[in-house]
């Protein structure tokens, strides 16, 4: 669809949102000259689209009362975008929401010419989204369903939990504000009671979740988007240095997100720069590159990923003398 089917398309769905619209006013709305505004109006009148004017300081262009444009007119682009959400959401949320998926794109093909309809096959075919999750969310859709719920209820919840790194699960009450997918894992942020403070919680380390007593309010001044940022930012609290040698270069400028800076030498190794939350996490991705990786600071680091390195080598040293004997 052309972009002035486009711009007329646009123009029709404004007039029928708001009457006496001047007409500076809808040409900044579709990014076009006044006179191509009018040019557009002229046009609409010719297809038969009932568009009138009024003069005076309250009047404007409007469409004639009761006028309603039909409900599902997209352009090709517009109805991959919808397929494109309405599966992503169907993947996503998996049991919760991926028969109201399949309906709505149902819905969609169903009213879609064929050009749209074709633009969509071949979406489906060449742009794919997969592999979303790292917890399966089957397991998940009982947890996910009651927390959806609360968060639309503002219902208190109570729950084991069991943080990371700990084998015991503690006891919470939370008031929970949003559910967020990032990084393939489900969370809840919400109160917490326990702490006294907003926290994040990744649903599938929640061992048990039932209802509560009492309502809550969410801080009219709560962003959970502002949030996400600070905390991601609060939880690397450990900057480490390393260097990685020449052979595996490569491998770390292919995985950039990792890392806050990354510096090559001239011998062809390249010096990172990566905030971790803590030094087990920073000593794991350290060992992944093996004996290519040297830990330049901190000590702290340093001596965990020696002594990490000590340990493998005697195991396997140990595993070795008891095979050949």
Not at 27 to 43: F, N, P
Not at 140 to 167: C, F, I, N, P, T
């Given at each position: 669809?052309?972009?002035?089917?486009?711009?007329?398309?646009?123009?029709?769905?404004?007039?029928?949102?708001?009457?006496?619209?001047?007409?500076?006013?809808?040409?900044?709305?579709?990014?076009?000259?006044?006179?191509?505004?009018?040019?557009?109006?002229?046009?609409?009148?010719?297809?038969?689209?009932?568009?009138?004017?009024?003069?005076?300081?309250?009047?404007?262009?409007?469409?004639?009362?009761?006028?309603?444009?039909?409900?599902?007119?997209?352009?090709?682009?517009?109805?991959?975008?919808?397929?494109?959400?309405?599966?992503?959401?169907?993947?996503?949320?998996?049991?919760?929401?991926?028969?109201?998926?399949?309906?709505?794109?149902?819905?969609?093909?169903?009213?879609?010419?064929?050009?749209?309809?074709?633009?969509?096959?071949?979406?489906?075919?060449?742009?794919?989204?997969?592999?979303?999750?790292?917890?399966?969310?089957?397991?998940?859709?009982?947890?996910?369903?009651?927390?959806?719920?609360?968060?639309?209820?503002?219902?208190?919840?109570?729950?084991?939990?069991?943080?990371?790194?700990?084998?015991?699960?503690?006891?919470?009450?939370?008031?929970?504000?949003?559910?967020?997918?990032?990084?393939?894992?489900?969370?809840?942020?919400?109160?917490?009671?326990?702490?006294?403070?907003?926290?994040?919680?990744?649903?599938?380390?929640?061992?048990?979740?039932?209802?509560?007593?009492?309502?809550?309010?969410?801080?009219?001044?709560?962003?959970?988007?502002?949030?996400?940022?600070?905390?991601?930012?609060?939880?690397?609290?450990?900057?480490?240095?390393?260097?990685?040698?020449?052979?595996?270069?490569?491998?770390?400028?292919?995985?950039?997100?990792?890392?806050?800076?990354?510096?090559?030498?001239?011998?062809?190794?390249?010096?990172v720069v990566l905030n971790v939350p803590d030094l087990e996490w920073a000593a794991s991705l350290a060992l992944s590159f093996g004996p290519t990786v040297t830990v330049l600071e901190p000590d702290d680091l340093r001596q965990r990923v020696g002594a990490y390195a000590n340990a493998i080598a005697q195991k396997y040293d140990l595993e070795a003398a008891i095979d050949?004997?």
């Open positions: 669809m052309t972009n002035a089917a486009t711009r007329l398309i646009t123009l029709i769905m404004l007039l029928q949102r708001q009457p006496n619209q001047k007409a500076a006013v809808l040409a900044g709305e579709l990014g076009v000259s006044v006179r191509s505004l009018h040019r557009y109006i002229q046009q609409l009148e010719e297809m038969g689209i009932p568009v009138y004017s009024e003069r005076g300081p309250k009047g404007g262009f409007s469409l004639a009362r009761g006028y309603r444009m039909p409900p599902l007119v997209f352009t090709a682009g517009e109805a991959v975008a919808v397929y494109l959400g309405t599966s992503l959401v169907g993947q996503m949320w998996g049991q919760l929401y991926e028969e109201a998926a399949r309906g709505a794109l149902a819905k969609v093909d169903n009213v879609l010419p064929d050009e749209q309809r074709h633009e969509v096959a071949w979406a489906r075919r060449t742009l794919v989204a997969t592999g979303l999750h790292r917890a399966r969310g089957e397991s998940l859709a009982s947890h996910l369903e009651k927390l959806r719920q609360a968060v639309r209820d503002r219902r208190r919840l109570r729950m084991r939990y069991r943080s990371r790194g700990r084998v015991e699960p503690t006891g919470r009450e939370l008031e929970p504000y949003a559910l967020v997918h990032r990084w393939g894992w489900w969370y809840v942020v919400g109160y917490c009671l326990l702490r006294q403070a907003v926290r994040t919680f990744r649903v599938d380390r929640i061992m048990d979740l039932a209802s509560a007593v009492g309502t809550f309010s969410v801080p009219a001044d709560f962003d959970v988007y502002a949030y996400l940022a600070t905390e991601t930012q609060s939880q690397a609290s450990l900057q480490a240095r390393l260097l990685i040698a020449p052979e595996m270069a490569l491998i770390a400028a292919d995985n950039r997100f990792l890392w806050e800076s990354m510096e090559e030498r001239p011998d062809g190794s390249i010096e050949e004997s």
